[in-house]
């Protein structure tokens, strides 16, 4: 009897360990029942039927970096290029990814390598090295499109390395090379350009300052020389009406006549003098009437007394 009950006993245990499945998170367990899909075990505690159900496949939920092996691809300008890229995919859908494919993983890295060579093929040397995105996108969508039957989604792939040829590479130096010497030939050309003109633009500035000076001295001594023309036009005439006013008062016009004798008088006086020629006017019946003028004028005025 004791024998019969330990058998039980450990038939029991079998029983109980093989009806209780823990899994673990970010995990799926896909269980088949007489040979059959049956279900998908999520996280946490699960009990299967001992000897009936079993676990037939195990798939990680995570995102699983894939590396896809480098290949040579030739671009439409006829150049080998090596690439070399990295997959991220995710199990989304676990029955599928156990029934859709073989193996998912051989399939997603084909379809990568494949569906690469032919975007590739599409474009020239140059714009495959610009057009990294876009590469990347076009084998995103294709994969994307194909695994939805295998349950896995592609999440993105990322190109990692392009390796042209050692004569390509050669070539694109050299062609880099040319490139920054012109670009260094163009700015000193531009850096002379700007020098010349600068020195122009400084020599017309110059030029134009000092035609302003100059200008403007020819207008400051025009409006001196206005000025004292202007002072002297005014003086005359302050002069002018004085004497006017002079000559209207009583006997300025005797004042006049006799000063006017006497200049008559000293200036023939000072030119049989000066002179060896004796000019003697035409009439001279107007000198005798100017000097006994004067002579009168002289008898007639009161003398001054001492003070």
């Not at 088949?32 to 699960?46: D, I, K, S």
């Not at 006049?256 to 004796?278: D, G, R």
Request: charged fraction near 20%; hydrophobic fraction near 45%; proline fraction near 4%.
């Amino acid at each position: 009897m004791e024998i019969v009950a330990l058998v039980l006993l450990v038939i029991a245990i079998i029983f109980i360990v093989r009806s209780l499945k823990v899994v673990p998170q970010q995990h799926a367990l896909v269980v088949e029942r007489l040979g059959r899909y049956h279900g998908t075990l999520t996280p946490g505690l699960n009990i299967l039927v001992p000897f009936v159900d079993r676990v037939a496949y195990k798939h990680s939920l995570k995102e699983i970096p894939l590396d896809v092996p480098s290949q040579v691809c030739i671009t439409k300008d006829n150049t080998q290029l090596t690439v070399d890229g990295i997959l991220y995919f995710q199990v989304t859908d676990p029955m599928r990814a156990s029934y859709g494919s073989s193996n998912y993983i051989v399939a997603i890295t084909q379809l990568a390598q494949t569906t690469l060579r032919s975007v590739i093929g599409k474009m020239e040397l140059d714009k495959t090295f610009e057009e990294r995105d876009a590469i990347n996108a076009a084998v995103v969508n294709a994969l994307d499109e194909a695994a939805l039957n295998w349950g896995v989604k592609v999440l993105r792939y990322e190109i990692k390395d392009l390796t042209p040829p050692n004569e390509i590479l050669r070539a694109m130096q050299q062609q880099i090379t040319a490139e920054r010497e012109k670009r260094a030939l163009i700015a000193a050309s531009e850096g002379r350009k700007q020098e010349q003109i600068n020195i122009a633009t400084g020599e017309r500035e110059s030029f134009i300052a000092k035609s302003e000076g100059e200008k403007q001295a020819d207008i400051n001594r025009a409006q001196g020389e206005a000025a004292a023309i202007m002072a002297v036009a005014t003086a005359s005439a302050e002069a002018i009406r004085r004497i006017a006013a002079a000559i209207r008062e009583p006997g300025g016009a005797d004042a006049v006549n006799l000063k006017v004798a006497e200049k008559a008088v000293e200036a023939y006086s000072q030119l049989a003098q000066k002179n060896n020629t004796m000019i003697v006017p035409g009439n001279m019946t107007e000198v005798s009437a100017l000097i006994g003028t004067a002579m009168t004028l002289m008898k007639s005025t009161p003398p001054v007394s001492p003070r």
